[in-house]
């Protein structure tokens, strides 16, 4: 077990990136991911972490650098936000098509307009189905973990494919935790040097990044989506070695209190927590609820949220983004499609909060429970959404 | 993923749609875009190879006698050859004819 010291989440992620020995970290700096980049230019020029650390213009750049540095069988490391994130859009599609595994951290904020560089998950969702394996983190531990993690997972020849750590701006990035650091032996075990599948080399040259013509380029896609779904196994057995190494388990789907529970909270990134307590808090007044918490985005664990789902009556899906002229927020969406071929469909009820940072307390969440169950009895087959404390309406 | 390889399966498809065999688009037959192909009148060529530096494709050859000729494999018709031309030496004719 290694040292257990408080720091800011940045600051401690930055720590683990330097723990994989990344070769590169090429990054731009932008709210609130700022702290992550900073700390690790400090790092490399100090000497404590031998890596480039290339200083790009653009987040565009920084993806691009990514790309070739991982094409030639190199460690790399980025982060961004928001939109810095929509600025390298167009290389993020890319990077899965070309199997490299790139780590990117995604401090979360709302894109603009207006402008805002609070946390939500409209920059996340903006590129849900680029491709990526996309993972929360719910706290400093989770992210430190979690980017171990990474990099075993994205490595694996079996995988071969970027992975996204979501965590959520200010509320993670900002915030200073408790956290638990790896001993290096640990590191070692767990993450082994990096092979890729394929490499640039002068020795043995290849050509990345073909064009596909169109009588290749379906096949090429479910190519690509095929090693998204199969990197699951890859990804359960990951996360039941990190327990095995550093005592702390992950799965995609994690529970509070929901077997027994009539209506379940469904949550991503740092709301579980508070809804957690909200749990505790709803209990002790008598009511049956419980909390399911989505901790891989992509691939779903379709699977393993039924599961977690399977006894309950009512779902309240709490969103932090809005799929506009939509039904709601992208994960009531996705949750109502899942629900679809049950023979026992449970009520759904959406609510669309803490947009751009908007604090959503313990008080809001009982508020939303009771709003939720009233709905249900009047109109229990209403598919719609709610902003929750939206003045106006 | 040249033309050649239309057959594969989405799992014969290399990780990443890597080509491990590079410049294999030499194989790829792009003389099946032309609708139009260039004709060289000998009477007027020169033989000075403007045709052969100005093609895009480098589908031009130069034959035996020190004239030229398209490599109708790869030439897509562009008629910059025919354009280029100081002694107007070649004619883009249509395909049909």
């Known amino acids: 077990m290694g040292k257990r010291i408080g720091l800011e989440v940045s600051l401690s992620a930055a720590e683990a990136v330097k723990m994989a020995n990344v070769d590169c970290v090429a990054a731009y700096p932008i709210t609130p991911q700022t702290h992550i980049v900073e700390h690790l230019s400090e790092l490399v020029n100090d000497g404590e972490l031998d890596a480039e650390f290339i200083p790009v213009e653009s987040e565009h750049s920084a993806m691009s650098v990514c790309a070739g540095v991982s094409a030639v069988g190199a460690r790399v490391f980025t982060c961004t936000s928001s939109q810095g994130l929509a600025l390298m859009n167009e290389i993020v599609h890319i990077m899965p098509a070309m199997r490299l595994p790139i780590v990117m951290i995604l401090a979360n904020r709302s894109l603009s307009g207006p402008l805002s560089i609070w946390n939500d998950h409209t920059d996340l969702m903006s590129i849900r189905d680029c491709g990526w394996i996309q993972v929360f983190a719910n706290n400093g531990q989770e992210v430190f973990d979690n980017v171990l993690f990474a990099f075993r997972v994205a490595e694996s020849q079996k995988v071969s494919l970027p992975v996204m750590i979501h965590i959520?701006?200010?509320?993670?990035?900002?915030?200073?935790?408790p956290v638990e650091f790896w001993e290096k032996e640990e590191v070692e075990r767990?993450?082994?040097?990096?092979?890729?599948?394929?490499?640039?080399?002068?020795?043995?040259?290849?050509?990345?990044?073909?064009?596909?013509?169109?009588?290749?380029?379906?096949?090429?896609?479910?190519?690509?989506?095929e090693a998204l779904i199969q990197s699951k196994s890859e990804i359960i057995s990951a996360w039941k070695e990190l327990g095995d190494t550093v005592g702390r388990y992950y799965y995609p789907v994690e529970s509070y209190m929901n077997e027994d529970a009539e209506t379940l909270f469904i949550t991503q990134g740092s709301f579980g927590e508070t809804v957690s307590m909200v749990i505790d808090a709803l209990r002790d007044e008598g009511n049956s609820v419980g909390l399911v918490m989505d901790r891989l985005?992509?691939?779903?664990?379709?699977?393993?949220?039924?599961?977690?789902?399977?006894?309950?009556?009512?779902?309240?899906?709490?969103?932090?983004?809005?799929?506009?002229?939509?039904?709601?927020?992208?994960l009531a969406i996705e949750v109502r499609s899942i629900v679809y071929n049950q023979k026992n469909k449970p009520n759904i009820t959406n609510f669309i909060c803490g947009l751009a940072g908007k604090d959503v307390t313990i008080d809001d969440f009982k508020k939303m429970y009771k709003k939720s169950i009233e709905k249900i009895k009047n109109n229990p087959r209403e598919e719609d959404f709610e902003f929750y404390g939206v003045r106006g309406k | 993923m040249t033309k050649t390889k239309v057959d594969l399966s989405w799992q014969e498809i290399e990780v990443g749609g890597v080509v491990v065999n590079p410049g294999n688009a030499a194989e790829y037959k792009t003389g099946d875009w032309r609708s139009i192909r260039p004709v060289w009148d000998k009477k007027r060529c020169v033989k000075c190879g403007v045709c052969y530096i100005f093609c895009p494709d480098a589908a031009i050859n130069e034959i035996e006698d020190g004239y030229f000729e398209a490599d109708l494999f790869y030439c897509k018709g562009c008629g910059i050859c025919a354009h280029e031309c100081p002694t107007q030496a070649i004619k883009m004719v249509e395909e049909e004819e």
């Open chain 1, 168 to 177: 959520d701006g200010f509320i993670l990035t900002h915030v200073i935790e």
């Open chain 1, 190 to 225: 767990y993450l082994p040097e990096f092979r890729p599948v394929h490499a640039l080399h002068p020795d043995s040259p290849v050509t990345m990044g073909a064009f596909g013509m169109p009588s290749i380029f379906t096949e090429a896609r479910v190519a690509q989506d």
């Open chain 1, 297 to 330: 985005w992509r691939p779903f664990p379709f699977e393993e949220f039924r599961d977690a789902i399977k006894n309950a009556k009512n779902l309240i899906v709490i969103d932090r983004a809005i799929s506009h002229g939509g039904q709601g927020g992208p």
